[in-house]
């Protein structure tokens, strides 16, 4: 009997953590198609509040975020690998622009209960 009760225990705390972790990728997945759209649209004001204090000073504020996010209006894109621990996460994916796809990572950070962009790596992949 108290076998089955330590088992049935430890199903209880197991599926508890899978569901809060299931949460957290939905959190981050959002949070990169949020920012995803935020650059599709031009809304500069809206994608550079998406970012971590420390990316925006490495980016040089919010004029050389624009400078930087102006090219980089892509008209769709596609999440296909998702990961987080603990307090980060990161997002991989293809995005396109015009007849050029690239191979996209956005890595999040967990600021305040909120996922930030903390890194961004964008590579060339191929011509549609």
């Not at 953590?17 to 959190?27: E, H, I, M, R, T």
Request: glycine letters at 8%; a negative charge.
């Amino acid at each position: 009997m108290t076998k089955k009760i330590l088992t049935v225990s430890f199903l209880v705390v197991f599926i508890a953590v899978a569901l809060a972790g299931c949460k957290s990728l939905g959190d981050i997945s959002d949070s990169g198609n949020q920012f995803m759209t935020a650059l599709k649209n031009q809304d500069y004001t809206a994608s550079y509040a998406m970012l971590t204090p420390a990316l925006q000073n490495e980016l040089g504020g919010a004029d050389g975020w624009k400078a930087f996010a102006e090219p980089r209006n892509f008209e769709d894109w596609k999440f296909s690998s998702n990961q987080v621990e603990n307090d980060q996460g990161q997002l991989d994916g293809e995005a396109t622009l015009g007849t050029e796809i690239y191979n996209i990572s956005l890595v999040l950070q967990n600021v305040d209960s909120q996922w930030k962009v903390a890194g961004i790596d964008i590579t060339f992949k191929e011509n549609k």
